[in-house]
């Protein structure tokens, strides 16, 4: 346990490495607002990431329905703080939206976009998980005005970053759900956190 962490106090990061089920992950995020569970998902190491994801395996189901619910405005922008494991740039947001049609897009919001595009994805369910596919964007009438021009992800630098990849989320929370990068079906070593954000 770290020396400044008080005795008694639970923290994300001690709860995985101590081995916590699906269900006291979600009870202790879910007990938690906003700013408390964005600091909570932010503070974890690159090594926590790929264990809460194999931890949440026999987490209930996520449906696109749970992430982006009815009662959220069409064309209204929702906010995913999210935290990855690569060596630089690890905190970053993916912003969602539903269009009229039911279809629900987003798009990688990250100091480094103005080099690596905005690698917009769309988003469907899989089985238990969520998909966020790059192979899919949306066409830009079905994105908010404010939201980044649309482009495709096999063109510029996104070719090498996005193109071709999908994204695979499990339910860790009501807010939280933690990803799983894959490119043409292979695994690839990189996984992310994201705490939605609907205050």
Known sequence: MNSQTPAGHQDLGLLIGAGADPTALAAF????????????????????????YDRCQSAPPLTLADFVPQSIPVGKTIICA??????????????L?????????????QSMSFVTGPGYFAITE????????????PSQSDVPADWPKVVPNNSGLSNFVYKDLHDFC???????????????????????VLARQLG
């Open 29 to 52: 995020l879910d007990g938690l607002d906003d700013a408390a569970r964005v600091r909570e998902v932010r503070s974890l190491s690159r090594k926590d990431l790929g264990a809460l």
């Open 126 to 137: 899989s089985g238990n998980e969520l998909l966020f596919d790059y192979t899919k964007v």
């Open 170 to 192: 499990r339910r860790v929370s009501r807010d939280v759900v933690i990803g799983h990068a894959t490119r043409h079906g292979k695994s690839l070593p990189q996984f992310f």
């Open 97 to 109: 939206v539903r269009t009229a049609t039911g279809q629900v897009f987003g798009f990688n919001f």
């Open 82 to 95: 999210g935290l990855n494991n690569l060596p630089m740039f690890r905190t970053f947001e993916k912003r």
